[in-house]
Nanobody
């Protein structure tokens, strides 16, 4: 059974930092492209960051320079380091893993940026 479990969300003040984790099981993690998406209330889900099996990364325009995606294949875990957080970063953050026709999602973790 495939599972992606996100953790690390919470309430943080503007300008603060959070680090999200997504632990995968039931897949050969190292060969999967891993992504972080987010969805704010009333908005469409948007791509935040992506990291390929070869460690290539890419970011959404709104988080470029503030967020960093990384992966530890030995721990089957992908991370999202979020710095200089803004209120508009408030959303549910989802972990996604895909390869070819296979596509898996986590349940999400809430991130709230507010003073």
């Amino acid at each position: 059974q495939v599972q992606l479990v996100e953790s690390g969300g919470g309430l943080v003040q503007p300008g603060g930092s959070l680090k999200l984790s997504c632990a995968a099981s039931g897949i050969i993690f190292s060969i999967y492209t891993m992504t972080w998406y987010r969805q704010a209330p009333g908005k469409q889900r948007e791509l935040v960051a992506i990291i390929t099996s070869g460690q290539r990364t890419n970011y959404g325009d709104s988080v470029q320079g503030r967020f960093t995606i990384s992966r530890d294949n030995a721990k089957n875990t992908v991370y999202l380091q979020m710095n200089s957080l803004k209120p508009e970063d408030t959303a549910v953050y989802y972990c996604n893993g895909y390869r070819d026709e296979l596509n898996f999602w986590g349940e999400g973790t809430q991130v709230t940026v507010s003073s």
